[in-house]
C-alpha cells in the first residue's frame, strides 16, 4: 500500500510540473499571439498608409507622432532614446559591476561577504519608480549645476540622469551574474597562477576573469536587456519628447516611456495612436529576444571552446 501511495503521489507530481510547465508556456504565446496581432492591426491601419507602405515609414521615417494630426511613425527616436539611456547605463554598470563582483568572489572574506549582499539586494528591492524621483529630483540639479561650471547646459528631463541612476540599479543583477560566474571557475587554476608566483589581484583579474568570460559577456548583455526594457525610471525622469538625438543632455523618450504616455491616455480602444503602442512594444520584444539569444548563444560557444 505504501509504496502504491508513493508512485500515485509521484504521479501527481509529475502531472502538476507538466501542467505548470505548460501553462507558463501557454501564458507566454498568449503575449505573443495578442502583440503581434495588434502589431499587424497598426500596419494594416489606413491612417498609417496600409501595409507595406506603414512598414517602410516606420523603419524609414525620422519622427515618431502617431498621436498627432500629422501623423509620423518612424520607430527610430524611439530607438535611439532607447539605447542611448541604456547604453550610458551599462557604462555604469559595466565597471562597477566586475570590480563588485570580483573583490567579493575573490578578496572579500565571508563576514564582509554576508555583509555586503544584503546591501545589494536592498538596492534592487528599491521600486523603481524612487529611482526615477531621485534621477529628477536629485541627480539632475546636482549635474546641472556641475555641467554649468563648465559652460554646458543640461535640460531637466535628460537621457543623462536616468542612465547614471539606471546604472546603479541594475548593478545588484549584473554584479551578482558576474560573481556567480567568477565562482565558476576551477580552483586549480587559481592554485597554478599562485604556483607561478602571480599576485592574488593578477590571478584575479589575469586568470579568473579571462576564464569567466562566457559567464561575464552574457551577465551584460542580459542587463544590457533589462536596462532597454526599464520604465519607471525613464519615464519619470527622461521626457516625453521623441528626440532623435545621441546628446545625453537633452530630453529623449524610450520605447517604454512612450508605452506608458500614451496607456494612461485617453485614446479610443484599436484606434492608430492605441494601436501604436504595439508596435513599439513589439520592437521591444524583438531587441531584448535578441540580446537574450545572443547571451545564450555567445556562452554555450566560448565554454564549447
Not at 170 to 189: C, N
Not at 213 to 230: F, N, P, Q, T, V
Not at 234 to 239: E, L
Request: charged content about 15%.
Amino acid at each position: 500500500m505504501r509504496v502504491e501511495t508513493k508512485k500515485k503521489l509521484d504521479t501527481l507530481f509529475k502531472l502538476f510540473l507538466i501542467v505548470t510547465s505548460l501553462s507558463s508556456i501557454a501564458v507566454t504565446l498568449g503575449i505573443v499571439i495578442a502583440l503581434v496581432e495588434d502589431t499587424v492591426r497598426f500596419f494594416v491601419h489606413p491612417e498609417g498608409g496600409g501595409f507595406p507602405t506603414s512598414l517602410i515609414r516606420f523603419f524609414t521615417e525620422t519622427e515618431w507622432t502617431p498621436t498627432f494630426e500629422i501623423k509620423k511613425i518612424g520607430i527610430w527616436p524611439l530607438l535611439a532614446g532607447t539605447f542611448l539611456i541604456a547604453f550610458i547605463a551599462m557604462a555604469v554598470s559595466v565597471p562597477l559591476g566586475l570590480l563588485i563582483a570580483v573583490y567579493l568572489s575573490e578578496f572579500a572574506s565571508h563576514r564582509v561577504r554576508e555583509a555586503v549582499k544584503p546591501w545589494l539586494e536592498f538596492l534592487e528591492a528599491v521600486p523603481t519608480v524612487v529611482y526615477g524621483y531621485f534621477a529628477l529630483l536629485a541627480v539632475t540639479p546636482l549635474l546641472q549645476c556641475v555641467l554649468d561650471k563648465f559652460g554646458l547646459t543640461m535640460e531637466g528631463m535628460n537621457a543623462l540622469s536616468p542612465g547614471l541612476v539606471l546604472g546603479i540599479m541594475i548593478l545588484p543583477f549584473t554584479a551578482s551574474l558576474v560573481e556567480d560566474s567568477l565562482k565558476g571557475v576551477p580552483q586549480y587554476l587559481r592554485e597554478a597562477s599562485y604556483s607561478l608566483g602571480a599576485s592574488k589581484l593578477r590571478t584575479a583579474f589575469g586568470v579568473v576573469v579571462p576564464a569567466a568570460k562566457s559567464g561575464i559577456i552574457a551577465a551584460y548583455l542580459l542587463g544590457m536587456s533589462r536596462a532597454i526594457g526599464e520604465t519607471m525610471v525613464v519615464a519619470v525622469a527622461a521626457g516625453m519628447y521623441p528626440n532623435l538625438t545621441l546628446n545625453p543632455l537633452e530630453p529623449v523618450q524610450t520605447i517604454t516611456g512612450y508605452i506608458v504616455q500614451v496607456a494612461l491616455g485617453d485614446l479610443p480602444f484599436l484606434s492608430f495612436e492605441y494601436l501604436s503602442i504595439f508596435a513599439a512594444g513589439f520592437m521591444l520584444f524583438v531587441i531584448t529576444l535578441i540580446f537574450n539569444l545572443l547571451a545564450v548563444y555567445i556562452k554555450s560557444k566560448i565554454e564549447r571552446y
